[in-house]
């Protein structure tokens, strides 16, 4: 199979990662948005090292994902590829695909070689698992491919990575045709979120998705289990063909349901012996973060809080894929993340550092209550996976999931593929708001950007100004 060539983004990107293993590097992280192409980049570098007589290590972060792993290596062109899976002989192949559980279970009977390893979705792996076989690749050059570098608690991987390379942004992206298909790499994103965040659902997420996205394929993310039965349920109840993924769903019926969503088709469900429709939204507790490619839907609801940047933009990521006759993704924002963390699509500079030291300031500021089974004071609660509270010294369930409150609010479009008409009305309520707080053109030109991502046309500013009462001088 032929590999297609490089973009411009990809060359470049893997020039400078060359260029920090010549400087002394040991382990280089490439940072890509989803659809950016990191598998294609990591087989790229794994065919140099192949090309020199060194064998590749692929890890893939969960053993379910092995096989997965091995079959889009296979797809990108690289012709032997072997699995090392538990329970089963290990098959010799230049390439070889593993969980990093799955290589300490066999740290006593030795470790494939490796002349270089490749870290598949980065972000995943912790530097103590990580240690109990380091040793035996001390001197092997590293390669972390993520499309968000902080971990699910904001901490970075400077302890597995020494340089890190930034692929891509989301905007570039989205202004870079593919020379294949000829589309544009990530379309553009409308978002639609309240004038500020909230903490509890600004609507009712069937309720958005039918007035803002109705017939399309959607992503919804719950809070947890019990939510995402709750809503799956409500979607139906008006209509809307819905189901769930989480982490207790079968393996198959998972794999069914993906299917026919992608599809829109109840085939899959019907070859797996279910008799549900051909879901349009599937709802979903962290499932469907990563790992999941169906560049037909365009909705992604955000039916919860999202801490991290990183989180909130591999969920939005699911939608921002190109495919034929798709002109934009929308994500509906109930909680209003975006006004802490920033529009998808917004300029990012990532570190290695993480946000580990500020999180973990906010996580102290925590009130104690009383657990009314045990009577001990709690100040940080866990929760089972139905989302019921329960009490760390008694163990009880004590309280029952709440359904979210829903107090309808007003969603305003942001971004740069607002509307026409949107940006306009912006800038008028800008305006007003300046010449109130005393404020200059300027002012109404930087808040503008905020929400849209550029500027505004020439002049607009001060002529709004104007209109809005302004002094001229």
């Known amino acids: 199979m032929i590999r297609q060539a490089l973009r411009p983004y990809q060359a470049r990107a893997l020039d400078d990662a060359r260029a920090a293993y010549r400087s002394g590097s040991k382990s280089v992280l490439l940072v890509a948005p989803t659809g950016a192409g990191k598998t294609r980049m990591g087989v790229e570098v794994a065919s140099g090292a192949l090309a020199k007589g060194r064998n590749v290590l692929w890890l893939a972060h969960r053993d379910e994902l092995i096989t997965q792993a091995r079959d889009r290596l296979l797809a990108e062109g690289l012709s032997r590829v072997g699995t090392i899976v538990a329970g089963e002989p290990t098959i010799n192949a230049p390439v070889q695909v593993a969980s990093i559980q799955t290589l300490v279970a066999r740290a006593k009977r030795g470790l494939p070689p490796a002349g270089i390893v490749v870290f598949d979705e980065a972000h995943h792996y912790a530097a103590a698992t990580w240690g109990e076989v380091a040793s035996a690749y001390a001197t092997v050059p ?4 993520t499309a968000t570098p902080e971990r699910g608690d904001g901490v970075g991987l400077g302890d597995l990575f020494d340089h890190i390379v930034q692929v891509a942004s989301v905007r570039e992206l989205q202004e870079t045709n593919d020379p294949v298909t000829g589309r544009a790499v990530l379309v553009p994103c409308v978002t639609f979120a309240p004038s500020s965040p909230t903490k509890d659902l600004s609507q009712d997420p069937v309720a958005a998705y039918l007035s803002r996205t109705p017939g399309e394929r959607c992503f919804c993310f719950c809070v947890n289990v019990a939510h995402a039965e709750k809503t799956a349920i409500a979607f139906a109840g008006q209509g809307v063909p819905a189901a769930t993924i989480h982490a207790d769903t079968p393996w198959l019926l998972r794999r069914a349901r993906l299917e026919a969503f992608r599809l829109q088709d109840p085939a899959p469900l019907r070859e797996a012996g ?8 599937l709802c979903n507790v962290y499932a469907l973060t990563e790992g999941v490619d169906v560049p037909e839907a365009s909705s992604c609801i955000l039916a919860r809080g999202c801490g991290h940047p990183g989180m909130m933009l591999q969920m939005v990521g699911r939608v921002l894929r190109s495919a034929p006759g798709k002109e934009r993704a929308t994500f509906i924002d109930l909680r209003g993340v975006v006004h802490k963390l920033g529009l998808p699509e917004a300029d990012r500079e990532w570190s290695l550092e993480g946000k580990a030291a500020k999180l973990a300031e906010k996580d102290r500021d925590v009130k104690l209550k009383e657990c009314p089974a045990c009577g001990a004071m709690v100040g940080m609660w866990k929760a089972d996976r139905m989302g019921w509270r329960i009490c760390p010294i008694c ?6 999931p709440e359904a979210p409150q829903v ?14 008409a949107a940006k306009r009305a912006t800038l008028a309520t800008l305006a007003k708001v300046a010449v109130v707080r005393g404020r200059k053109p300027g002012w109404i030109a930087f808040a503008y950007k905020e929400k849209f991502g550029t500027f505004p046309p ?3 500013a001060r002529e709004a100004y104007l209109d809005a009462g302004g002094s001229a001088a």
């Open 407 to 420: 107090a309808p609010r007003e969603l305003h479009q942001m971004g740069a593929a607002a509307s026409p």
């Open 274 to 281: 279910v008799l549900e429709p051909a879901p349009l939204v």
């Open 395 to 400: 163990r009880e369930r004590v309280s029952p």
């Open 458 to 460: 020439f002049g607009a």
């Open 142 to 145: 590293r390669l972390g491919l």
